[in-house]
C-alpha cells in the first residue's frame, strides 16, 4: 500500500522525474566517455612501451668531430680524406664511424652508472608524389631499445619492402601489400610499424605534427645504408637497476654539460620531457585532466541538482508522511518505499549513461591515433571508472535521499500534518518587510511568496546559480578550438614559412617578405621555448594582446611572451628572463603579451636576436612571405594554409570533447531551469487557485506567482556572471599552471544575454505547460488536491 | 442578484463508478435571499455550491446569475464575474499560508469593487489580537474567521458560505451568522450556506434539503430569527 502510495505521487510528476534522469544519464555519460576515451589510450599505450622497450632517454651529440674524436680517428682508423663531421666519415668509411661512435658511448657509460644506451639512426627522405611533397623519416632497426613494433603485416624482409606508419597509409590509402614510389624506387608495404621512440611523428625543423604528409619508416638494414641522405642520430638509453628518472634528472641530465669528457654531448632528455616520444604522456595527463576534471565539474553540479530536485519532491511529501506517522507505521516502513523507488528510477539512468559514454569513448579514442603514432585498441571497461560513473553518483542520491527523509521523520507527527512553518523572522523577510510594507498587497506578493518559505526560495537561488553556470560555462567553450589554433593565422598575413637550407644562401627578401629567425629549442629556465625573431616594424606578422592593441612595436624594448606561456609559467609583463640563445645567457624583460593561446613562444626583434645569436643584426633564417616563394631555395617551405589544415585535424580531437561538454553542459542547464520552474509554479497551484477563486485574473495572478520568481531567476542568471568568470579564470589559471594546458575560456557579453533571454524562455515554457496541467482540472478540486 | 439552475447534473466518473453528486436540480434563488443548504454528508451541498459559483462546471444543465448564463462563461468571463460579484467562506479555511492574517484579508479586499476596510471586518470576527499572526500560529476556529472575514470584506453580492461556523463554538458561530445577516440585511448580498445544523435553517428565508444529490425538499421560513436567538444544538 505504501509503495502504491509513493509510486502515484512520483507518477504525477513523471515528466520531471524523466529530465531528472536525463541530467543523471548525461553526467554518468560524459564522465565515462572523458575517463574511457582517455583511458582507453592509456592502457594499451603504457603496453606497447613496455613490449617494445621504450627509451627512457635520449642523448643528442654533436655531429662535428671534436678535438678528441680526431685523435681516436687518427689511431684507429686510416683515412684518406679530411672529415668533419661524423655523417660525413660515415660516407667514406662506414667502420671507422661506427667505431668512433662506439668510443662515445664508451666514454659515456664510463660516466654514468645504470644505463644501457644504444645508436638510433636516421635518414630523412623527401619525396614528391602526385604534386604533394612527403617526407618519411627512416628509422635503423635497433635490438634492444625501440624496438619495432608492427600493428599489422612484417618487418621488411628484402630491400624492395617498406614499414611504414599506419596513419600516413590510411590517410593516403596506402595498405599493406600496396607499392609505393618513393623517388624513382618502388617498395612494397610489408606492414604498418610503430616505434616508441616516436609516438608523434614529430622530426621537422617546426613543430608539425601530420600524418598525412610524414611518415616514421622502416627498410632492411642493407637497403638503409643504400639510401644516399645523411645520417642522422641519436642515442637511445634505458635505466637499469632501479635507476629513477629523478635520480637520472640530478645525476646525468645537471651533470653532462659540466662533465669534460662529454665534450659532444649536447643535450639529454628524460622520455617524459621528449616531444617525440613522451608528449602523449602528457598529452595523457593532461587529456585526462581537462576531459575528467571538466567533466567531473559538470557531473558533480548535475547530481547536486538532481540531489537539490529529489529533496524538493521529498518535502512535498512531509503531509504523507506525518499522517502515516500519526497512523503508528513504523520510520522504516515508511522510508523503504520512497528510497526504493528512488533507486529503481536512478540506477537505470545512471547505467544508461555508462553505457553511452562507453561507446562513445570509442570515437574519441580514435581520435587519438589521427594525432599520436599508437596502436589502436577497443576501449576496455574498467572497475574504477564502473565505481566513479555509476556507483558514486548513485549511493550519493540514496544517502541524500535517505538524509531527507530521515530529517522529515524526525519531526513530529503534528509539524508534518501542519503547514510547513513560514520563517517571518528570517533575515531577508525582515529587512525586505520595511519596505514591502509601502508596496500594494499584489505586488507584495511577489516578494513574500519568495521569502516567506526560504527553503524553497533557496532551492530556487541554488538550483538556478548551477544551471547559470553550466549555460555559461558552456557558451564560455564556444571559442576555445579557435582561439587554440586558427586565431594566430587569421590574425597574420604570411601565406608561406620558407626554412633557409644551412649551406644554401636564402634569398635575399623582396616586397612583401620578411626576414625572420626562428630558434625551435631556446632554453628559457628549465624549459625549451620557442623564439621567434620578428621584425618590430613587421607589417605581415603583427601582435596582437588581448585587447586588439597592436604590439609590434614593443619588441624594440624587450620581449613579447604569448598567452599561453604566460598562462603556463606566471610570467607578467615586467618580468625578466633569463635565455640561452646558443652560447649566451641574456636576460631581457618581458613588455607585452600576445592573444596566442597556443605553443610556448617568445619573440623578439630580429635584429637584436641576430646579433645576440651570431653577431650580426642582418642574420635571419627563414622567411615569411605573403607571395609564393621559389622552392629551390629553401629547405622547405610552408604554406600557412596547409599548417591551417593540419592542425584542424590536430583540433578535431579537442572539438569532439568541448562539443560534448558544451551540448551536455547546456542541456543540463536548460533542463534545471525548466524543472525548477515547473516545481515552482506546482508549489502555487494552491495559492494560484485560490486566487482564481477570489477573482484575481490570470494576468494579476502571473504577475504575482510568475513575476517574483522571473525576477529574482534573472538575478540570479546576472549574478552568476561575475561569479563564473571568476571561476573560469580560476580553472584557466589552475590547468596552466598543473597541467601546461591553456583553457582560453571566454566570456562576452553575449553570452549574458543570450543566455538570460534562454532562461526567460525556458521559464515561460515551464510556466505555460504546469498552467495548462492546472487549468485542466476544475478550481474546487484543484483547491482540495493542493491543499498545503 | 438572483440565481437559477434548470436540470442541473453533476456526474464524477471515477473509474466504472458513476457517482451523481448532483441530480437534476432545479431552483431558483432571488436577489438578497438567505439560503441555508442541509443534508447529510456526501449529500452533494459542496457540488451544488461550487457549480452554483462556478468553480466547478456541470455535467449538465443551465445556471444563470441575473441575466448571465454562469454555465456558458469561459475562465476569464468567470473570473470577471466572481472577482466583482462573489464572496467564499471554505469547508478547508483555505487561507494563503505565506501571509499573515491581516494580508490575507487583503487579499480578498484587493480586488473588490466597494470593499469595507480590513481592521472593520477583523473587528467584527474579533481577530484584531491576532492580526500580525500566521495561519498556522492560530487556531482552527481563528482560521475559519479569517477566511470568513477575507470573504467578507469584498462586500460581494453573493456570500457562499461551506459550513462556515463547523469549528465555531456557539458564541462565535452566533457571532459569525449575525455577520453574515447583517450583510444580508444591510446591503442586500445574497447569501447561500450550507451547515450540518438544521437550528442555523432558522434564521434563512429558505431551507433547501438535499439527499443523494437531489432536492428532496424546499421549506419557506416565514418567521426569520436573528442570529441570536437561534437555539444550538
Ligand atoms: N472530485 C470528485 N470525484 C468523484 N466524486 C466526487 C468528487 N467530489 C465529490 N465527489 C462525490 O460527490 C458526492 C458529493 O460530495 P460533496 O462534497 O458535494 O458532499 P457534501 O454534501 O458537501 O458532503 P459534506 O457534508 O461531507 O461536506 C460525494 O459522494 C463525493 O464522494
Ligand atoms: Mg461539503
Known amino acids: 500500500m505504501l509503495f502504491r502510495n509513493v509510486l502515484r505521487t512520483l507518477k504525477k510528476q513523471y515528466i520531471q522525474l524523466l529530465l531528472l534522469g536525463v541530467i543523471i544519464t548525461l553526467s554518468s555519460f560524459i564522465y565515462t566517455t572523458m575517463d574511457y576515451g582517455v583511458g582507453g589510450i592509456l592502457v594499451p599505450t603504457e603496453e606497447y612501451f613496455e613490449v617494445s622497450n621504450q627509451e627512457d632517454f635520449a642523448i643528442s651529440m654533436l655531429d662535428m668531430i671534436l678535438e678528441d674524436d680526431g685523435i681516436f680517428i687518427a689511431s684507429n682508423c686510416a683515412l684518406t680524406s679530411e672529415v668533419h663531421t661524423l655523417s660525413g666519415l660515415k660516407n667514406i668509411d662506414s667502420a671507422c664511424y661506427y667505431d668512433l661512435i662506439e668510443n662515445r658511448l664508451n666514454i659515456i657509460e664510463n660516466e654514468y652508472d645504470d644505463i644501457n644506451i644504444e645508436l638510433r639512426e636516421n635518414k630523412d627522405v623527401y619525396f614528391n608524389f602526385d604534386e604533394t611533397s612527403y617526407k618519411v623519416r627512416f628509422l635503423k632497426a635497433t635490438s634492444e631499445i625501440n624496438l619495432s613494433y608492427f600493428v599489422e603485416g612484417n618487418a621488411p624482409a628484402t630491400d624492395s619492402e617498406i614499414a611504414i606508419s599506419e596513419a600516413f597509409g590510411k590517410s593516403n590509402d596506402l595498405d599493406v601489400g600496396d607499392t609505393l614510389d618513393i623517388n624513382g624506387k618502388d617498395y612494397t608495404i610489408s606492414g604498418y610499424v610503430l616505434f616508441p621512440d616516436y609516438s608523434l611523428a614529430l622530426f621537422s625543423a617546426n613543430l608539425i605534427i601530420d600524418n598525412k604528409s610524414q611518415s616514421l619508416g622502416l627498410l632492411t638494414d642493407q637497403e638503409f645504408e643504400n639510401l644516399n641522405e645523411n645520417i642522422g642520430f641519436e642515442i637511445a638509453g634505458d635505466l637499469t637497476n632501479g635507476t629513477t628518472e629523478d635520480e637520472f634528472e640530478e645525476n646525468v641530465i645537471n651533470d653532462f654539460r659540466d662533465n669534460d669528457n662529454l665534450p659532444f654531448v649536447t643535450n639529454i632528455v628524460l622520455t617524459v620531457n621528449n616531444m617525440r616520444s613522451g608528449a602523449i604522456y602528457a598529452e595523457l595527463e593532461g587529456g585526462e585532466a581537462m576531459g575528467l576534471g571538466l567533466s567531473l565539474i559538470i557531473a558533480s553540479i548535475a547530481i547536486l541538482i538532481v540531489g537539490i530536485m529529489v529533496s524538493k519532491v521529498l518535502v512535498s511529501q512531509r503531509g504523507a508522511i506525518g499522517i502515516l506517522k500519526s497512523m503508528g507505521y513504523s520510520n522504516r516502513q515508511i522510508t523503504i518505499p520512497y528510497i526504493f523507488f528512488i533507486a529503481i528510477l536512478s540506477f537505470p539512468a545512471i547505467v544508461l549513461g555508462y553505457f553511452f559514454g562507453s561507446f562513445a569513448a570509442q570515437p574519441m579514442s580514435d581520435l587519438y591515433k589521427m594525432i599520436y603514432l599508437l596502436p589502436s585498441s577497443a576501449v576496455e571497461h574498467s572497475f574504477d571508472t564502473f565505481i566513479v560513473a555509476v556507483i558514486v553518483p548513485f549511493l550519493f542520491l540514496l544517502v541524500v535521499s535517505y538524509f531527507i527523509i530521515k530529517r522529515i521523520l524526525n519531526q513530529k507527527p503534528v509539524e508534518l500534518l501542519n503547514p510547513q512553518m513560514v520563517s517571518s523572522t528570517n533575515f531577508l523577510a525582515k529587512k525586505m518587510g520595511k519596505f514591502l510594507k509601502k508596496l500594494k498587497i499584489t505586488s507584495k506578493m511577489k516578494h513574500l511568496l519568495l521569502y516567506r518559505n526560504m527553503v524553497k526560495f533557496l532551492v530556487f537561488v541554488i538550483g538556478m546559480f548551477f544551471a547559470a553556470f553550466l549555460i555559461l560555462f558552456s557558451f564560455s567553450m564556444l571559442d576555445i578550438f579557435d582561439k587554440l589554433t586558427v586565431d594566430y593565422y587569421n590574425n597574420t598575413n604570411h601565406n608561406y614559412i620558407g626554412y633557409c637550407d644551412i649551406e644554401l644562401p636564402c634569398d635575399n627578401p623582396t616586397g612583401t617578405q620578411e626576414k625572420v629567425i626562428e630558434l625551435p629549442s631556446v632554453i628559457l629556465g628549465d624549459e625549451e621555448v620557442y623564439l621567434v625573431g620578428l621584425e618590430s616594424d613587421s607589417l605581415i606578422h603583427k601582435l596582437v594582446d588581448t585587447k586588439d592593441n597592436e604590439i609590434t612595436n614593443k619588441l624594440d624594448d624587450g620581449l613579447v611572451i604569448t598567452k599561453s606561456l604566460s598562462l603556463i609559467k606566471g610570467f607578467k609583463v615586467g618580468d625578466s628572463l633569463l635565455l640561452e640563445i646558443g652560447d649566451e645567457h641574456v636576460l631581457i624583460d618581458v613588455m607585452a603579451i600576445t592573444e596566442e593561446y597556443s605553443g610556448n613562444k617568445v619573440y623578439m626583434s630580429r635584429e637584436e636576436l641576430g646579433d645576440i645569436f651570431v653577431d650580426s643584426t642582418e642574420y635571419y633564417n627563414v622567411i615569411y612571405s605573403e607571395t609564393e616563394l621559389n622552392e629551390d631555395n629553401f629547405m622547405m617551405i610552408i604554406s600557412t594554409e596547409k599548417i591551417m589544415e593540419q592542425s584542424e585535424v590536430m583540433q578535431g580531437l579537442f572539438e569532439t570533447v568541448f562539443l560534448i561538454m558544451i551540448v551536455v553542459s547546456v542541456i543540463i542547464g536548460a533542463i534545471v531551469v525548466y524543472i525548477l520552474t515547473v516545481m515552482t509554479i506546482e508549489d502555487n497551484f494552491y495559492n494560484i487557485s485560490l486566487f482564481k477563486v477570489i477573482g484575481y485574473n490570470n494576468k494579476e495572478i502571473d504577475k504575482m506567482i510568475l513575476g517574483g520568481y522571473l525576477v529574482y531567476g534573472i538575478i540570479i542568471f546576472l549574478i552568476t556572471i561575475p561569479i563564473a568568470l571568476a571561476a573560469f579564470y580560476g580553472l584557466t589559471a589552475i590547468f596552466a599552471q598543473y597541467y601546461e594546458l591553456v583553457f582560453p575560456f571566454d566570456f562576452e557579453i553575449w553570452h549574458a544575454g543570450v543566455s538570460t533571454t534562454m532562461f526567460i524562455i525556458i521559464f515561460y515554457t515551464g510556466a505555460f505547460v504546469a498552467k495548462r496541467h492546472l487549468n485542466r482540472i476544475s478550481l474546487q478540486e484543484a483547491m482540495k488536491m493542493y491543499q498545503v | ?233
Not at chain 2, 492560530?138 to 461556523?165: H, W, Y
Open chain 2, 1 to 233: 442578484m438572483s440565481i437559477k439552475l434548470e436540470n442541473v447534473t453533476k456526474t464524477y466518473f471515477t473509474g466504472e463508478v458513476e457517482t451523481h453528486a448532483v441530480k437534476n436540480v432545479d431552483l431558483e434563488i432571488k436577489d438578497g435571499e438567505f439560503i441555508v443548504l442541509l443534508g447529510p454528508s456526501g449529500s452533494g451541498k459542496s457540488t451544488m455550491l461550487n457549480i452554483i459559483s462556478g468553480l466547478d462546471t456541470p455535467t449538465s444543465g443551465k445556471i444563470s446569475i441575473d441575466e448571465e448564463i454562469i454555465s456558458d462563461m469561459n475562465s476569464k468571463q468567470l473570473t470577471k464575474f466572481r472577482r466583482d460579484n462573489l464572496g467564499f467562506i471554505f469547508q478547508q479555511y483555505n487561507l494563503l499560508q505565506t501571509l499573515s492574517v491581516s494580508e490575507n484579508v487583503e487579499v480578498g479586499r484587493e480586488v473588490s469593487l466597494l470593499p469595507f476596510t480590513v481592521e472593520e471586518v477583523l473587528e467584527q470576527v474579533d481577530l484584531i489580537p491576532q492580526i500580525n499572526k500566521y495561519p498556522f500560529q492560530l487556531s482552527g476556529g481563528e482560521q475559519q474567521r479569517v477566511s470568513i472575514a477575507r470573504a467578507v470584506v469584498k462586500n460581494p453580492k453573493i456570500m457562499f458560505c461551506d459550513e462556515p461556523t463547523g469549528a465555531l463554538d456557539e458564541v462565535m458561530a452566533k457571532e459569525v451568522l449575525g455577520i453574515l445577516q447583517k450583510l444580508n440585511e444591510k446591503y442586500k448580498t445574497s447569501v447561500v450556506l450550507i451547515t450540518h445544523n438544521p437550528n442555523i435553517g432558522a434564521m434563512a428565508d429558505r431551507i433547501i434539503k438535499l439527499n443523494s444529490g437531489e432536492v428532496v425538499e424546499v421549506i419557506e421560513n416565514k418567521n426569520k430569527l436573528k442570529a441570536s436567538e437561534i437555539s444550538w444544538g
